[in-house]
């Protein structure tokens, strides 16, 4: 699928608690300024009026009639049908709201909602980290090239995507991906989301610094680096500790998926302190019950954001065998590895071009069916 080339337009929404922003999108850009309007998160009909107008006010602006909706909404959700089940932070949505259909009635276009993790993954996917890595395999003369990709997103929550073989794998119940319900490293009693967020951070470094304020994980990070005055040690400590949450529910994911690895949301400003450690624990070992070492992966991870460890990642260790009984030699790459990387389109722009792809193959692929 030639996104650039493809004169479609899909008209999308970023859906938060307070704000609702509408755009559109079209050869893998937007197209028209940010139209943000408040949510009305208090009254169901005036947040479902607040989504008409802004898709119409969209709908007015754009060169040609859209070809489709298409945006992330938060979950419990049935993203196939459309329907929206009780949101925390729009309250107003209690019981099932069937959003999608009533978009479809108004409009007379396909509308397609999703996980904003499983945008996120897809949108990276098709146009991130997945096809750099694959350009720098490609310059390096490697004939290697990867087509899985694991996306997560560190936030107010701890989101997941998986795209396998290019294809988004939303799961038969529309929960793919849902990485935030893995147990918690830390204190298996816990899921993983409550050592991986923003309020996992907060806590982790409130507790052992020995204090009742909660700070930003933006002010915790700014005392780890020594750019502010505070409880340095208790602020690497509690960045350190997410990054074990991270990289064991890494682990645990990537096992099953063995693809690409990208990092988004908020709390990935703070990659520079957590790198390091997610791969150190990723290219670890494990034990069996001898006692024996195992290597935690099957495949060894690289931090492709760092330029020796792109480099390590490109020096593929290319062999080649005799074919037996025959004269004819063959290579093959001898050991099996994963790049790591931040999102290379921004968390905000990667979920909007991921909801852009996925709604474009969508149509397509029901065209082709009803051929």
Same mark, same amino acid.
């Given at each position: 699928?030639?996104?650039?080339?493809?004169?479609?337009?899909?008209?999308?929404?970023?859906?938060?608690?307070?704000?609702?922003?509408?755009?559109?999108?079209?050869?893998?850009?937007?197209? +028209?300024?940010?139209?943000?309007?408040?949510?009305?998160?208090?009254?169901?009909?005036?947040?479902?009026?607040?989504?008409?107008?802004?898709?119409?006010?969209?709908?007015?602006? !754009?060169?040609?009639?859209?070809?489709?909706?298409?945006?992330?909404?938060?979950?419990?959700?049935?993203?196939?049908?459309?329907?929206?089940?009780?949101?925390?932070?729009?309250?107003?949505?209690?019981?099932?709201?069937?959003?999608?259909? =009533?978009?479809?009635?108004?409009?007379?276009?396909?509308?397609?909602?999703? /996980?904003?993790?499983?945008?996120?993954?897809?949108?990276?996917?098709?146009?991130?980290?997945?096809?750099?890595?694959?350009?720098?395999?490609?310059?390096?003369?490697?004939?290697?090239?990867? /087509?899985?990709?694991?996306? !997560?997103?560190?936030?107010?929550?701890?989101?997941?995507?998986?795209?396998?073989?290019?294809?988004?794998?939303?799961?038969?119940?529309?929960?793919?991906?849902?990485?935030?319900?893995?147990?918690?490293?830390?204190?298996?009693?816990?899921?993983?989301?409550?050592?991986?967020?923003?309020?996992?951070?907060?806590?982790?470094?409130?507790?052992?610094?020995?204090?009742?304020?909660?700070?930003?994980?933006?002010? +915790?990070?700014?005392?780890?680096?020594?750019?502010?005055?505070?409880?340095?040690?208790?602020?690497?400590?509690?960045?350190?500790? =997410?990054?074990?949450?991270?990289?064991?529910?890494?682990?645990?994911?990537?096992?099953?998926?063995?693809?690409?690895?990208?990092?988004?949301?908020? +709390?990935?400003?703070?990659?520079?302190?957590?790198?390091?450690?997610?791969?150190?624990?990723?290219?670890?070992?494990?034990?069996?019950? &001898?006692? &024996?070492?195992?290597?935690?992966?099957?495949?060894?991870?690289?931090?492709?954001?760092?330029?020796?460890? =792109?480099?390590?990642?490109? /020096?593929?260790?290319?062999?080649?065998?005799?074919?037996?009984?025959?004269?004819?030699?063959?290579?093959?790459?001898?050991?099996?590895?994963?790049? =790591?990387?931040?999102?290379?389109?921004?968390?905000?722009?990667? +979920?909007?071009?991921?909801?852009?792809?996925?709604?474009?193959?969508?149509?397509?692929?029901?065209?082709?069916?009803?051929?």
């Amino acid at each position: 699928m030639n996104i650039s080339d493809d004169d479609r337009i899909v008209m999308t929404l970023d859906a938060g608690g307070t704000n609702f922003v509408f755009s559109a999108i079209q050869h893998k850009r937007q197209i +028209i300024g940010d139209i943000i309007l408040p949510s009305g998160a208090h009254d169901l009909n005036t947040c479902l009026n607040t989504i008409l107008e802004g898709f119409e006010a969209v709908k007015a602006q !754009i060169p040609m009639a859209p070809s489709a909706i298409s945006f992330a909404f938060p979950g419990p959700a049935d993203y196939r049908t459309g329907i929206i089940g009780d949101l925390a932070n729009l309250p107003a949505f209690r019981g099932g709201v069937a959003l999608g259909p =009533m978009l479809e009635d108004h409009f007379q276009i396909p509308v397609f909602i999703g /996980n904003d993790g499983d945008l996120f993954a897809y949108g990276e996917a098709m146009m991130g980290l997945l096809p750099e890595v694959n350009k720098r395999l490609e310059k390096a003369g490697i004939d290697k090239r990867y /087509n899985n990709l694991l996306g !997560i997103t560190l936030g107010t929550g701890f989101g997941g995507g998986i795209v396998i073989n290019n294809q988004l794998c939303e799961g038969d119940n529309a929960a793919g991906g849902e990485i935030w319900a893995m147990r918690n490293f830390m204190d298996t009693r816990l899921t993983a989301e409550e050592g991986v967020s923003i309020r996992a951070v907060q806590r982790s470094y409130s507790q052992k610094a020995g204090i009742e304020k909660l700070l930003t994980p933006k002010d +915790i990070y700014d005392i780890a680096i020594g750019k502010v005055a505070g409880n340095r040690d208790a602020a690497l400590y509690a960045y350190d500790e =997410m990054a074990l949450g991270i990289a064991e529910s890494l682990a645990n994911a990537a096992t099953l998926l063995d693809g690409v690895i990208v990092i988004g949301g908020g +709390i990935a400003g703070a990659y520079s302190l957590i790198a390091s450690k997610i791969i150190e624990h990723l290219n670890g070992t494990i034990e069996n019950f &001898e006692g &024996e070492k195992l290597p935690r992966l099957a495949s060894k991870v690289y931090n492709i954001d760092d330029e020796k460890d =792109m480099q390590n990642f490109l /020096n593929h260790d290319i062999k080649e065998v005799a074919v037996p009984f025959s004269d004819r030699k063959v290579s093959y790459i001898a050991d099996k590895r994963l790049p =790591m990387g931040l999102s290379r389109l921004g968390t905000s722009q990667a +979920i909007a071009l991921g909801a852009y792809a996925i709604a474009l193959s969508k149509i397509d692929y029901d065209e082709k069916v009803l051929k």
